[in-house]
């Protein structure tokens, strides 16, 4: 059993074992450090001895190490005389305590982790980085890679997190239900970051990062389990299934990007369209907020044999109702384009100059790259030009600034 066994083990389990261990330490940080700490003597020890049971080697080691580590600890002997032996029997470890890892239990813990991970306290970067680290598993380098900064800058908000999270008395529990629903936005909308990030990344040369996505959709599937009762969970469950299902057919063989009307939709998965869909029935069950709103969109698409067989209408009544539940600027361009389709570029540029107007998406390449599109299929050539070479200039991802510059040439 070599590294890949590790890695593959560790990434499934990391965040049962991480979630059991805080439980009983109450401590945060050192329960990630001995449970990194087993996954480092597993790459040694494995190789040479492959365990029976790989997660109960790893739980039974990294409990190990935090008992070491409470021992090392004078201040903290309460908590080493609830998990280190009983003297007076000579026992390693104590009856409630093996009772209390049994992993019929865990699940709750991985929902407390996931809330400790993305809690207010935290700005949005230690939440995205903890998250992905302690309950997606990643390194702090996979991470560093994922959102192309150094890895120090990982490591760095990984430990502020930590420090943050104790200075702030933080409990290892999941909230209150009174205060689960304005709570669980936290968790949800992490993992929407993460899951866009992977779905078009902001930067680079790949215009996918599907490690990244399909992370996002197993921290999403997590919560889903964890929280069957919450529409919202499900609905961005759906949202990145439906989405995620274009991923084979939105890049050619050498990366570029392939667009809507050009992808072959034989490619696309359907295996994820159904998963979706499912998703989206059950999130439909009292009314779609953001994130359901978001996939209906998404699955209006994905039952679409074309784009010009697309319901555009009614994708513009959803992205309406979307704009009354969670206004914001990209959802309002989003409308912009349905309504091209629906009803014609002109009814669509005069939702786009609003935009522009009240500066509401100062620096992004996509209302310029909109703007562009627009005033191309309007005829009007030069002014289209020179929209898509702007949006090509303040775009960040090679692959797309490749498009809209091909774009640009061809109106020339």
């Known amino acids: ?34 449970a990194q700490e087993a996954v480092a003597e ?82 949005p970067e230690a939440r995205v980085a903890l998250t992905l680290r302690v309950v997606g598993g990643l390194s702090t380098k996979e991470i560093a890679r994922a959102f192309l900064v150094p890895v120090p800058t990982v490591q760095a908000r990984i430990t502020r997190g930590k420090r943050t999270i104790a200075a702030a008395g933080v409990p290892f529990e999941p909230p209150p239900a009174a205060e689960r629903r304005e709570r669980l936005g936290d968790v949800l909308s992490v993992i929407y970051v993460i899951f866009t990030e992977g779905s078009t990344a902001t930067s680079g040369d790949h215009l996918l990062r599907p490690d990244l ?3 996002a959709i197993r921290l999403a599937r997590t919560l889903a389990a964890l ?14 299934e439906l989405t995620a299902a274009r991923f084979p057919a939105r890049t050619g063989p050498d990366g570029s990007p392939v667009l809507l009307d050009e992808q072959d939709r034989r490619r696309w998965d359907f295996s994820a369209i159904r998963r979706g869909l499912a998703a989206l029935a059950r999130a439909s069950t009292r009314g779609l907020g953001p994130y ?30 979307l704009g009354r539940v969670a206004p914001s600027p990209v959802a309002e361009l989003n409308r912009a384009v349905a309504v091209a389709m629906a009803s014609g570029p002109e009814r669509a540029l005069a939702i786009v100059d609003e935009l522009v107007v009240s500066d509401r998406l100062p620096g992004s ?35 797309e600034r490749s ?6 040439a061809a109106l020339s």
């Open 292 to 321: 359901g709103l978001q996939a209906a969109i998404a699955a209006a698409h994905a039952s679409a044999p074309s784009v010009e067989a697309t319901d555009w209408d009614r994708i513009v009544v959803l992205y309406e109702a």
């Open 42 to 123: 597993a790459l040694v020890s494995w190789p040479l001895a492959p365990p029976a049971d790989p997660v109960g080697w790893l739980m039974a080691t990294a409990r190990r190490r935090a008992i070491d580590a409470i021992r090392r600890r004078a201040a903290l002997q309460d908590r080493y005389a609830r998990l280190a032996a009983d003297p007076a029997t000579g026992l390693a470890v104590g009856s409630a305590l093996d009772e209390e890892l049994d992993p019929d239990r865990i699940d709750d813990d991985v929902l407390a982790l996931m809330f400790i991970s993305c809690h207010p306290v935290l700005s």
């Open 403 to 408: 498009v809209l510059l091909r774009k640009a």
């Open 227 to 240: 929280q069957p009762d919450e529409p919202e969970v499900h609905g961005l469950l759906a949202l990145c």
């Open 1 to 34: 059993m070599g590294t890949a066994e590790v890695e593959a083990v560790w990434r499934i389990e990391s965040a049962r074992i991480v979630a059991t261990l805080t439980r009983f330490t109450g401590d945060f940080g050192l329960a990630e450090d001995a």
């Open 365 to 399: 390449h996509l209302l310029p790259t909109v703007r562009g599109e627009l005033l191309a299929r309007l005829g009007r050539r030069a002014e289209a030009r020179a929209e898509l070479e702007l949006a090509a200039r303040l775009c960040a991802n090679e692959r």
């Open 213 to 215: 996505a399909y992370e």
